[in-house]
């Protein structure tokens, strides 16, 4: 399947033609779809996070009780400090120095306990944060290889990385921060409250209206700010897909010169971002700082009243103290919790992406006790496929392949021999018609069994950063050593991993050693082998190699002739000459098919035309 240039292409197409044209393509997409997130699906979000922390309920439960605890330390000490000033510093009962001793004490110690409660529970929730976003990154992750193909043709390879990414971080912020602070805070909050209600009721109400014009202070903010937060997300996720879809193309990029424009482009993303953050930075400055402040001197001044319409007792000294203390606490939390209401939404946003992905649906291939393949008879009987909501890509298509047979499959460029092959590898469901294998439905076969009994060998085979057994085995676990030296035998490769320094455990890719693109082709039918596939699908696996290659290729295929199928297409028509059977695809149509020899006698016919324009390419070459 040409998978991995589709997704470059569909990323990286058409380089605008200027700042300004880059001005103005680049976001759409994500951001209508970062709109939507911001629109509707907060409490999904919420949902998430809450299945995230479930099994972690209990140290939560009692995270939360030492909470309360340090919340009532944090209460104790103005009360404490009520009765020093009002039991002795204003009678002047100096008599008592243990239990003045005592009270003093009393303040520090329950001061600093508090702190230490608050420390250790900090560190609790730090680690219920990690293991949490272990759980999604790996929820994520699984998920993300089980979505069918038709999934990744609508998506920006490095967006998909940010999110299993930088979406999954953010959680873990959430979790760590601003879950913590607004927890601890809402409870301290509440503590000093109820401390207040108990010293006087009356007064507490004053500081308690503060709550919910603080609520609507932050609800208005959200209002402004949460366009402005999503988009800047979503502009980061396409600066970060940019990031990872330039340095993989770096040669492209350098070799066409491209490198100036992109990098304007990669300028523009994120001045775009700069700005959404700042719109963000401004509502937070002029609106919520502002009139938090504004709320704190009313809030000052009532009290003030409070008491001045009390009579003034000298036993009410203390009580003043107590209240003041508790006021200067009160509005830290508060604080706190609207400081952190940024990074909440953020957060929350970040989740909701997590969410959305989550939610994208992957029906689960038939495992288990699902029949499998026995010879590998293919039977497709009126099959048409498409792309999302395009036209017909195969028109109804109708094949009988007896099991063992060598299977030649040519066309034109887009003439639908990849879409086939797809099909074949359930990678796409058809549109209509039915695919057969050895009398079973394909769609019902099992999964597990169906990945080695069904083999690609593909265009631009891929290299793992891994050992060479690992290149082979592709986590099938099931095959042994001895299996996998065989195929590389069969595959003609066995001899070049053999003499690498480390053998089969030298590592291979990215970091490792680089096999050339005809080893690497060979590696990959070496892999497709190792299972013992009863039918075997090669997209030009041929195309890129030399003819020394391309023989030993087609030395191992022959050597497969009556027990495997195998369906090859061919750009180079000479390694299919020998095919028991060739298809001439042609706009998705089966336009002609048998041996050579019977095609070529079709006068004027696509193959013929096909060979006869090889043949010219090659007498001038
Ligand atoms: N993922 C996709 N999404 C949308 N359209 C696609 C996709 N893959 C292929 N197509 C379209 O389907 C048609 C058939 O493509 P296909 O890849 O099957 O051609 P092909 O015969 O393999 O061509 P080539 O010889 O160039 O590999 C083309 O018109 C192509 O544009
Ligand atoms: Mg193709």
New binding site residues.
């Given amino acids: 399947m040409?998978k991995a240039p589709?997704l470059r292409r569909s990323a990286s197409s058409p380089p605008p033609e200027g700042a300004d044209a880059a001005r103005e393509r680049p976001v759409a997409a994500s951001t209508e779809q970062a709109k939507d997130i911001a629109r509707s699906s907060s409490r999904d979000a919420m949902r998430l996070l809450w299945r995230l922390a479930g099994p972690e309920w209990r140290s939560v439960a009692v995270g939360t009780a030492w909470l309360v605890l340090a919340a009532l330390l944090d209460a104790l000490g103005p009360l404490l400090g009520k009765h020093f000033i009002d039991e002795y510093l204003i009678p002047g009962r100096f008599d008592n120095l243990a239990a003045m001793g005592l009270l003093l004490a009393g303040i520090f110690i329950s001061g600093s306990a508090a702190s230490l409660v608050r420390y250790a529970q900090l560190a609790r929730m730090a680690g219920i944060a990690k293991r949490a976003v272990l759980r999604l990154r790996e929820q994520v992750y699984a998920h993300v290889l089980q979505l069918p193909m038709?999934f990744f043709?609508t998506q920006i390879t490095g967006a998909l990385v940010s999110r299993v990414t930088n979406d999954t971080e953010a959680v873990n912020q959430l979790y760590r921060q601003a879950l913590y602070v607004m927890l601890d805070s809402t409870i301290v909050i509440l503590g000093l409250l109820a401390a207040m209600a108990w010293l006087d009721w009356r007064l507490m109400l004053i500081v308690a209206v503060l709550a919910p014009a603080m609520v609507g202070i932050i609800l208005v903010y959200q209002r402004l700010s949460s366009p402005a937060v999503a988009q800047a997300r979503a502009l980061k996720s396409d600066i970060n897909a940019q990031l990872a879809e330039n340095l993989a193309g770096m040669a492209v990029l350098q070799a066409s010169g491209a490198a100036g424009r992109f990098g304007a482009r990669f300028a523009a993303h994120n001045e775009q971002h700069y700005g959404a953050r700042l719109k963000d930075l401004r509502a937070n400055a002029w609106l919520l700082r502002p009139l938090l402040d504004f709320l704190n001197v009313l809030l000052m001044v009532a009290l003030i009243q409070g008491f001045a319409s009390r009579s003034m007792g000298a036993i009410e000294v203390g009580l003043l103290y107590a209240f003041l203390a508790y006021l200067a606490r009160v509005t830290e939390p508060l604080i706190n919790i609207t400081l952190q209401f940024g990074q909440l939404q953020q957060s929350l946003i970040a989740a909701a992406r997590v969410d959305v992905l989550l939610r994208e649906p992957c029906p689960l291939p038939p495992q288990g006790d699902a029949p499998r393949m026995s010879a590998g008879h293919l039977q497709l009987d009126a099959v048409r496929a498409g792309?999302?909501d395009?036209p017909d890509?195969l028109q109804p298509l109708s094949i009988d392949i007896p099991p063992g047979s060598l299977i030649g499959l040519v066309?034109?460029?887009?003439?639908?021999?990849?879409?086939?092959l797809?099909l074949l590898l359930r990678f796409y469901a058809p549109r209509g018609g039915s695919i057969r294998v050895d009398g079973l439905d394909l769609a019902e076969l099992a999964e597990g069994p169906l990945r080695l009994d069904l083999a690609l060998v593909p265009?631009e085979p891929q290299l793992l950063a891994a050992s060479c057994w690992d290149n082979l085995r592709m986590g099938r676990a099931e095959l042994s050593e001895a299996q996998l030296v065989a195929a590389a035998r069969a595959a003609h490769l066995h001899d070049v991993l053999a003499a690498l320094p480390q053998g089969y455990d030298s590592l291979l890719g990215e970091g490792g050693i680089m096999l050339s693109t005809g080893q690497k082709q060979l590696l990959a039918m070496a892999r497709a082998l190792a299972g013992s596939p009863k039918i075997l699908l090669l997209?030009?696996a041929t195309a890129n190699i030399d003819s020394a290659t391309e023989i030993r290729l087609s030395e191992a295929l022959a050597e497969l002739r009556g027990r495997v199928t195998v369906i090859a297409?061919a750009?180079r028509l000479s390694t299919i000459r020998d095919a028991d059977r060739i298809l001439v695809?042609h706009h998705?149509q089966l336009v002609e098919q048998g041996p050579h020899e019977a095609l070529m006698a079709i006068e004027g016919g696509v193959y013929q035309r096909l060979v006869q324009l090889q043949q010219l390419a090659g007498d001038e070459a």
């Fill in positions: 040409n589709r038709r043709d792309y999302g395009g890509v066309g034109h460029t887009g003439s639908g021999k990849s879409t086939l797809g265009q997209d030009e297409v750009h695809l998705g």
